[in-house]
C-alpha cells in the first residue's frame, strides 16, 4: 500500500531535507508525498480572475528544487509520487477538508528548520501541529544562511 | 538586403496595397452604380417610347410628348429607334444600319428585351409582337456622367494613390532609417574598438529600451573579452614567471657549486638540489602540455561509456596512496537506485585526472580536513559535489579562480602553479559538463559539478 504524506515545503532546497529524512527512515514503505506551499490567496481581484495555482507553483519552482526532487526520486524507488500543492486557508477547518480530499494518512514536519517566511506565506506548521492525523517532527542540524537553503546542496547533508 | 531597406519596402508596400485598394474599390463600385443607374434611365425611356409608338391610335400624341420632354430631362444624345422587323431583313442587316451591338440584337430578339453599352454610348431595347408585325424598340444615350465624372474622378484617385506612394515610401525609408539610426552609430562605436582600445564601451543611454539592452549587452560581452584578455596576458607572464623560478634555482645551484672545489658530499647536495627543482620544471611543463591538449576541442579524445562513481573511488584510491593522511569521504546516501543514471560519456583517464586535482586541492587547502564527496543524479546529469572545510577562497577572488596560474590570495602557504582547477575545467567543458564553485573564507570551498547523463 502507497502511504500520502504531507509535507510543507518553501521551496528551498533545504525544506526538501524533511521528505529525505522521511524517505531514509521507511525505506519498506512506498510513499506518496504532496509537498504543500502555505501562502494567503491575493485580495486583488485581476490576480483572483486569472487565478492559476499551476502558474504560482511554476513561479516559485526553481532549476535546483526541481534537480534536487529528481534526485530524491532517483535516489528512493519507494517514492511513488511527488505533487506539489497551494494551501490558502489559515484555519482548522480548511485544513482537515484539505487533508481529507487529499487522503493524508500522516503528516511530516521540520522541527528546527524555519520554513522561508516571504510576502504572502503564512506559517502552516503551527496549524499542521493541531491536525488530529500523526504528525512526526524531523529534525536536521543545518547551519546555512538563506542563500545557501536555496542551492542544491543544501540537500547534501551530511548530518543525516 | 539591409534590414533597414527590408522593413522599408515592407511598410511601404503594405500601405501601398491599401491605398491602390481603396482606389480601386472606390472606382469599381462607383463605375457599376452608374451603368446600373443609367440604365434604369433609359429602361424609363423606352418605356415611355413603346407606349408612345406602339399605341399612337389611342392617345393624344402630341399631348404626351409635349409633357414628357418638360418633365424628362433629355439625355446626352438620346436616340429613339422603332425598327420594323420585315421578313426580308436580316439582324446582320438592322445591326449595320443601325450601329448596334450584334450580341444586344440577339439578345433582343430571344428574350425580347436587351441592354449593351459601347464605348460610352448605352443601349436599352424590347422586341414586341403588334398586329402580326415585329418591332424592335431601342433607345440609346451618352453616359455623361460616366464620361465626365467618372473619368474625372478616376484621374483624381490615381493623381492621388500617386502621391500616396511617394509620401509612403518617403516616410516608410525615414523612419526605418531613424529607427535603425541608433544600430549604425552602435555599429561606427564598435567598429573603434580594437585589441588595443578594448576598454572602450558603448553609450548606455539611449531612449529605446531594446537599444539599451542591445548596447548592455555588447557592453557585458566586451567586459567578458576584456577579461580574458588579461587573462591571456597574465598567463603568458605567469607562466615564465613560474618556469623561470627553478631554472633560476638550477642556474644559481649550479654557479655555486662550480665556484670552487668542493666536497663529494656537497656536489651530491647540489645536484640533488638540482634534480628537485628540474622535477619541479617538467611537473609544470607536464601540465601546461595538458592544459593545452584539453583546450583544444577535443579531436582524438576517445569517450566511452563511464560510471562515475567508478572513477571517483579511483581517484580517491590515489590520493589516498600520495597523501595517506586525507579524509575523504564519499556520502553514497543520494546516488540512485538506477546505475544507468550514473553512466556518462567521457573519457576515464581526463575524467581522472579533474576529480584527482579537485580531490587533491580539497584536502591541500584544508590541511587534511573532512572532505565530503556526494554523487546524486537527476534525470538528465550526474551531480557531484566535492565539499571541504579548508581556508576558503575570498569572494571576490572566485571568478578568476578558474584561469590559468591564477592563485588565491590565501594560498600562499600552499605549493601548487594554479594549473590544476583550469585545465579540470577544460576537461569539464570538454565533456559539456558544469562546474561551479562556492565558496566562504575560512569556512570551507564546496565545488559542483554537472555532467550531462549517457543516455540511450
Known sequence: MTKNILIPIDFCVASLNTLKLVLESNKAQKISVILVHAEYLSDSEMDLLFYSPYNIIDKNLTVEFKEALEILKNRYSTLEGIFIKLFHGNNLNYMQNFLSANKIEEIYLPKTYQLKQAKRTFNSVTLFKRSSLPVFEMDWEQHLNETEQEHLSALFNRSL | ?456
Open chain 2, 1 to 456: 538586403m539591409k534590414t533597414q531597406t527590408k522593413a522599408a519596402i515592407l511598410i511601404g508596400l503594405f500601405c501601398i496595397t491599401i491605398v491602390v485598394l481603396f482606389g480601386f474599390a472606390i472606382y469599381f463600385f462607383l463605375n457599376k452604380y452608374s451603368f446600373g443607374d443609367f440604365y434604369k434611365r433609359l429602361e424609363t425611356r423606352l418605356s415611355i417610347a413603346e407606349k408612345f409608338y406602339l399605341e399612337r391610335d389611342s392617345l393624344n400624341t402630341e399631348k404626351v410628348r409635349q409633357l414628357f420632354d418638360q418633365h424628362l430631362e433629355k439625355l446626352d444624345k438620346e436616340q429613339e429607334y422603332v425598327i420594323e422587323l420585315k421578313s426580308g431583313v436580316s439582324i446582320q442587316g438592322v445591326s449595320n444600319t443601325h450601329d448596334f451591338p450584334k450580341l444586344f440584337l440577339e439578345t433582343l430578339m430571344q428574350t425580347g428585351k436587351g441592354q449593351a453599352r459601347k464605348g460610352n454610348t448605352f443601349y436599352a431595347g424590347l422586341s414586341e409582337n403588334i398586329k402580326g408585325k415585329r418591332y424592335l424598340i431601342v433607345v440609346s444615350a451618352e453616359n455623361y456622367y460616366a464620361s465626365h465624372h467618372l473619368i474625372f474622378l478616376r484621374n483624381i484617385i490615381l493623381i492621388s494613390v500617386l502621391l500616396v506612394i511617394l509620401i509612403v515610401l518617403f516616410f516608410s525609408f525615414y523612419f526605418s532609417r531613424q529607427i535603425f539610426f541608433p544600430l549604425s552609430r552602435i555599429m561606427d562605436k564598435v567598429k573603434q574598438i580594437s585589441t588595443e582600445s578594448i576598454n572602450l564601451r558603448l553609450d548606455e543611454n539611449n531612449r529605446s529600451v531594446e537599444i539599451r539592452k542591445l548596447v548592455k549587452t555588447f557592453n557585458e560581452l566586451l567586459s567578458r573579452i576584456e577579461t580574458s584578455f588579461e587573462t591571456q596576458n597574465n598567463f603568458i607572464s605567469n607562466a615564465s614567471h613560474e618556469l623561470r623560478t627553478p631554472l633560476t634555482a638550477i642556474i644559481g645551484e649550479a654557479d655555486v657549486a662550480l665556484l670552487k672545489q668542493r666536497s663529494h658530499e656537497e656536489y651530491q647536495k647540489s645536484l640533488q638540489n638540482i634534480l628537485t627543482q628540474a622535477e619541479r620544471l617538467d611537473e609544470i611543463t607536464n601540465s601546461l602540455f595538458f592544459l593545452a591538449q584539453t583546450g583544444y576541442k577535443g579531436k582524438s579524445i576517445l569517450f566511452e561509456r563511464v560510471r562515475t562513481d567508478e572513477v571517483i573511488f579511483e581517484a580517491k584510491a590515489l590520493i589516498d596512496r600520495i597523501n595517506p593522511r586525507n579524509k575523504i569521504s564519499i556520502d553514497l546516501s543520494l546516488i540512485p537506485d538506477e546505475p544507468s543514471k550514473l553512466k556518462i560519456k567521457a573519457n576515464k583517464q581526463l575524467l581522472h585526472i579533474a576529480f584527482c586535482n579537485l580531490l587533491g586541492n580539497a584536502c591541500k587547502y584544508s590541511n587534511n580536513n573532512l572532505v565530503t564527496v556526494y554523487v546524486a543524479s537527476t534525470d538528465n546529469q550526474v551531480i557531484i559535489s566535492i565539499k571541504d572545510q579548508g581556508i576558503g577562497i575570498p569572494e571576490p577572488e572566485i571568478s578568476y579562480l578558474l584561469d590559468p596560474f591564477f592563485r588565491a590570495s590565501n594560498a600562499n602557504l600552499f605549493e601548487g602553479y594554479g594549473i590544476g582547477l583550469p585545465l579540470t575545467k577544460n576537461i569539464i567543458n570538454l565533456h559539456n559538463g558544469q562546474i561551479i564553485v562556492k565558496s566562504q573564507l575560512n569556512k570551507g570551498t564546496s565545488v559542483q559539478i554537472k555532467l550531462p547523463l549517457y543516455l540511450d
